[in-house]
Structures are given as structure tokens and as C-alpha cells.
């Protein structure tokens, strides 16, 4: 008597919960009846076979998954947002500052630098967040807003803003994405040659400082909101023509 053979458990398994559900009888009907014709052939053969279509399931899973537009939206805005509290961490740590014990050697001349990221590296910037925080906010919302208030860096980064709303209705998803990361990072990275490169007072510095800061600030949700939308629209199209 011959022994029956099913596809391998596992494998069946996945496949179901790698399928949309609208496609998964008609998908499992056909991978169980290709399955059951090689198994005639050679079992070892069709749960290789079987395997390898799960493979490409699960493949196919994770491009819809990659590729679905809420998923992009929520990845995009969710390092959008980890950039914004970022940014406003540093503009509060630097407004209260009045050492750097704690710090590592070098520290010091390394922020005149420009290099304004390295505190994320440090414990003690960790350590004395609610301590800042409190600080920022002690004297009042106003003056907690005014922080943030930066008449160069708004200049700047409404005038990128301008250019990635353009972009956002002119050119390519992937020209988008690249001017917006470059427009985002620019202030920033322009500090930081100016500082590794010209001799600053310490008076002159913080300005610099706050303009690398508040520039990214201001433009990260904004830019991550026209690439999202973009994308949407981009996705929108795609899944009309294939419909």
C-alpha cells in the first residue's frame, strides 16, 4: 500500500499566511495539484519543489509589503519624526548647556567644530535629557517656542521647501527622494565645513549652530510628507494600469 504523502507542513503553512486571502484557494489549489503530480514522480523532487514556491511566496510577500503605500508611509514618517525629536533634543540640550562634564575628552572643540551629532554618541547627553527638557521649559511657552525660532534657518528652509513642493509635482520619485535628503542635510553639512574650516568665536558659533539644527527641524516632516504623497500617487497609478 503506498504511503500518502502531503506537502511538507511548514511549508504549506507559510504559503497561507504569505497569500492574500482572496488568492489563497485558487493559489494552494494549483501549487497541491502540481505537488501531487511529482510526487508520482519523486517525492523528495516535489517537496523540493514545494519549498521553492514557498520561497517565492514569501518573496512575493515582502515586495507587497515594501512597496504598499501605507507601509512607506509610516516607515517614511517614523524617521521623519526620529529626525524632528532628534533635532529638537540637541536645540534644547545646546539652549541649557552650561558644561560638558561628563563628556568625553575632546568633546568640547569637537561641537565648536560643527559636529554637533556626536552628542548622540554620548551617555551624559542621554543621561541629562529630562534635566534639559525641564530647563527649556521652565521659563514659559513662549520662550520655550522662541527656541525654535530662527530667522535665517525659516528663510532657508522655506525657501527649500518651495523647491521640494516643485519637485514633488515636476520631477521623478527617485530625483524627489534625492533633492529632498540633499536639500534636508545641506545646512547642515554646510555648518559643518565652515566650522572645520574657518575659526569661529565661541558668540559666533552658536548661530551656526542653530541654523545646521533648525533647518533639519523645519524640513523633515514637510519633505517626508511630499515623498509620501508622491509615492501614494505613483502606487495609485501603478495599481490602476494593472487592475
Known sequence: MTKHHNPPKLAAWLIERFTPKHHQDALLGDLYEEYFELKEQNLTLANRWFWLQTRLCGKAAFHRLVTNANVIKAFLFSIGLSVFTISALLVMWLSSMDNVDGFSDGFWQSLL?????????????????????????????????????????????????????YLSKTASLKSLIFSSVSLVLMPYLYGLFLLNNYDYAATQTGPILASMLLSVFYLVLPSCYFIAKRFRTEHSQIWQSDS
Open 113 to 165: 567644530n560643527g559636529n554637533i551629532h556626536l552628542a548622540l554618541l554620548e551617555g551624559a547627553f542621554w543621561s541629562g535629557t529630562p534635566d534639559y527638557i525641564m530647563k527649556s521649559t521652565n521659563d514659559g511657552i513662549w520662550q520655550f517656542i522662541g527656541l525654535f525660532i530662527h530667522l535665517p534657518a525659516l528663510i532657508l528652509a522655506s525657501a527649500s521647501l518651495i523647491a521640494i513642493h
